[in-house]
T-cell receptor
Framework: DQQVKQNSPSLSVQEGRISILNCDYT??????FLWYKKYPAEGPTFLIS?????DKNEDGRFTVFLNKSAKHLSLHIVPSQPGDSAVYFC???????????FGQGTRLTINP | GAGVSQTPSNKVTEKGKYVELRCDPI?????LYWYRQSLGQGPEFLIY????????DSGLPNDRFFAVRPEGSVSTLKIQRTERGDSAVYLC???????????????FGPGTRLTVL
């Protein structure tokens, strides 16, 4: 039972354009959502998060949008840079259950 | 460095052997987590410590897996009678957030790649 899903295994975007990564979830008890970025042979690196009481959070080139009615969140990266090429994971947690539930990841490639 | 460290970075063992994987969390972080990541998948939760106690061990796959954190800092994940299916990257993370607060940003170590032959 995959509670967090990233349906696109890969995404290719031209440098300077917008990258949009999508994530869907099924558990309505999730109230905190995070995006992580992972390079090969490294652990995931925290990027940005959003609480369920908000619908948008922005940090520099990264913006996360949350649509609770659709149980959908997205990460926008603009402008995309070659260093953004990595695997991106979305993750969710609920209340006192501190564990994170991760999606399968999306491999983003930024082309020069 | 100030981040989460894990040792060893790679471990190759034979089926049936016992292994220990170590995690040093960020100094002062009270919460510590273990995850397992198989190829092509996202990390999967194993166990969560708040201080010295295991607050949630619901992700441990069976009784061959055990983890300790005796002094509330370093943690060791122990796997008995290893099987080929245990091969994965084992990730440790730590967090400064208390359980009752929001903002569960967890900071990950580089992982230990375990290969069971």
């Amino acid at each position: 039972d995959q509670q967090v899903k990233q349906n696109s295994p890969s995404l290719s975007v031209q440098e300077g354009r917008i990258s949009i990564l999508n994530c869907d979830y099924t558990n309505s008890m999730f109230d905190y959502f995070l995006w992580y970025k992972k390079y090969p042979a490294e652990g995931p690196t925290f990027l940005i998060s959003i609480s369920s009481i908000k619908d948008k959070n922005e940090d520099g080139r990264f913006t996360v949008f949350l649509n609770k009615s659709a149980k959908h969140l997205s990460l926008h990266i603009v402008p995309s840079q070659p260093g953004d090429s990595a695997v991106y994971f979305c993750a969710a947690s609920s209340g006192l259950a501190q564990k994170l539930v991760f999606g399968q990841g999306t491999r983003l490639t930024i082309n020069p | 460095g100030a981040g989460v460290s894990q040792t060893p970075s790679n471990k190759v063992t034979e089926k049936g052997k016992y292994v220990e994987l170590r995690c040093d969390p960020i100094s002062g972080h009270t919460a510590l987590y273990w995850y397992r990541q198989s190829l092509g998948q996202g990390p999967e939760f194993l166990i969560y410590f708040q201080g010295t106690g295991a607050a949630d061990d619901s992700g441990l796959p069976n009784d061959r897996f055990f983890a300790v954190r005796p002094e509330g800092s370093v943690s060791t994940l122990k796997i008995q009678r290893t099987e080929r299916g245990d091969s994965a990257v084992y990730l440790c993370a730590s967090s400064s957030t208390p359980p009752l607060a929001g903002g569960n940003e967890q900071f990950f170590g580089p992982g230990t790649r375990l290969t069971v032959l």
